[in-house]
C-alpha cells in the first residue's frame, strides 16, 4: 500500500483536517509485472520460428535449394513457421480487441443445439484422425442470444485442442445440457489430461503444459485464453476438469432464460 498525507489547514494556521489516499501498488505493481511478462512472451514466441526459418533459409541459400530432396522440406518447414507466426499475430490481435474493449458484440437469438451441431459436423467432415465423435444433445431447440462468431471462435479452440490431444482411436463426447437458468457445454476427450496443479493457468495466455509437444502441434498458447475472454463477454464461464493419463473436458456454461417465449407467436 502507498499513502499519500493531505494536510487540510485554515488561514489561521490550525490543522483541522487530514486525508489519507491509500493505493494498492501491489495491484498495480502485479498489473505492470503481467505486462512485461507479456511483452517477453510475445517477443520469445516470435523470435522462436523466426531463427528457426532464418536456419533453413541460409541452408537453402547456402546450397539445399538446388537439393530436390532438402528443397521442398526446407521449404516447408519456413511455411510451416510462416502459418504459426500469422496465426500467433491473429490470436495476439483478438486478444488486444478484447482487452481494449473495442469489439461489438453482434448477438442474435441461435438455436444452440443446431449451432453446436453444425460445428461438431465440420470438424468431422475435415478429421483426419482415427478419433471418434460421440453427441449427447437434447433433441429440441434451445434459443440463447450469442456472437455466433465468437462462439465459433470459442469451440473452435476447444475442439481443435481436443482433436490435438486426443489418442489414435480415441472419442470425444460433446455434450449440451439445459439449467435452470443456463446452458452447459462441454467437450469431453481421453487425451494425455492436463496435471492437477495446471488446470486453471491453462486459461492463461502463453501457457502450456509442455512447450516443445504443444508448440510442434502448432499451437499458439492463446486459445483456451481467447475462449476465456469471448464467455466472460457473453456473461457465462469457463473451466476445465482433467485426470491425467485418462482425459479432459472444457465446460463452459452461457446465461439462458428457459420462460424465453417465442416473440413471433
Ligand atoms: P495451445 O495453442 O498451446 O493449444 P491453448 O490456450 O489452446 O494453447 O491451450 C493451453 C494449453 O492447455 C495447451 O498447450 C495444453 O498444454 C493444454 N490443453 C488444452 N486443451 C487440452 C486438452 N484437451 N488436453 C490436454 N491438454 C490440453
Not at 50 to 78: C, I, Q, W
Amino acid at each position: 500500500l502507498r499513502a499519500n498525507f493531505s494536510v487540510i489547514q485554515r488561514d489561521t494556521g490550525f490543522i483541522n483536517g487530514l486525508i489519507v489516499v491509500l493505493h494498492d501498488v501491489t495491484e498495480e505493481e502485479k498489473i505492470e509485472a503481467d505486462r512485461r511478462e507479456f511483452v517477453s512472451n510475445v517477443s520469445h514466441e516470435l523470435r522462436t520460428p523466426l531463427t528457426t526459418m532464418r536456419s533453413y533459409l541460409e541452408a537453402l541459400s547456402d546450397g539445399a535449394l538446388h537439393d530436390k530432396e532438402l528443397a521442398p522440406h526446407f521449404l516447408n518447414v519456413t511455411q510451416n513457421e510462416t502459418e504459426r507466426m500469422i496465426r500467433l499475430v491473429n490470436d495476439l490481435l483478438k486478444l488486444s480487441k478484447m482487452d481494449s474493449k473495442d469489439y461489438e458484440m453482434n448477438k442474435t437469438w441461435v438455436d444452440f443445439v443446431s449451432f453446436f451441431s453444425s460445428i461438431i459436423d465440420r470438424f468431422e467432415m475435415a478429421k483426419d484422425r482415427n478419433v471418434s465423435f460421440r453427441r449427447q444433445l437434447p433433441d429440441k431447440v434451445i434459443f440463447v442470444e450469442i456472437d455466433e462468431d465468437k462462439l465459433t471462435q470459442v469451440l473452435d479452440n476447444i475442439i481443435s485442442n481436443a482433436l490435438k490431444y486426443s489418442p489414435e482411436g480415441g472419442q470425444i463426447t460433446f455434450k449440451l445440457k439445459e439449467l435452470d437458468d443456463k446452458i452447459e457445454v462441454s467437450v469431453r476427450d481421453q487425451g494425455l489430461g492436463i496435471p492437477k496443479e495446471n488446470i486453471e493457468k491453462v486459461f492463461d495466455r502463453f501457457y502450456r503444459v509442455d512447450k516443445a509437444r504443444t508448440r510442434r502441434l502448432g499451437g499458439t498458447g492463446l486459445g483456451l485464453a481467447i475462449a476465456k475472454e469471448m464467455i466472460a463477454a457473453h456473461g457465462g464461464h469457463i473451466w476445465a476438469r482433467s485426470v491425467e493419463g485418462k482425459g479432459t473436458a472444457i465446460i463452459f456454461t452461457l446465461p439462458y432464460d428457459p420462460e424465453q417465449k417465442d416473440d413471433w407467436s
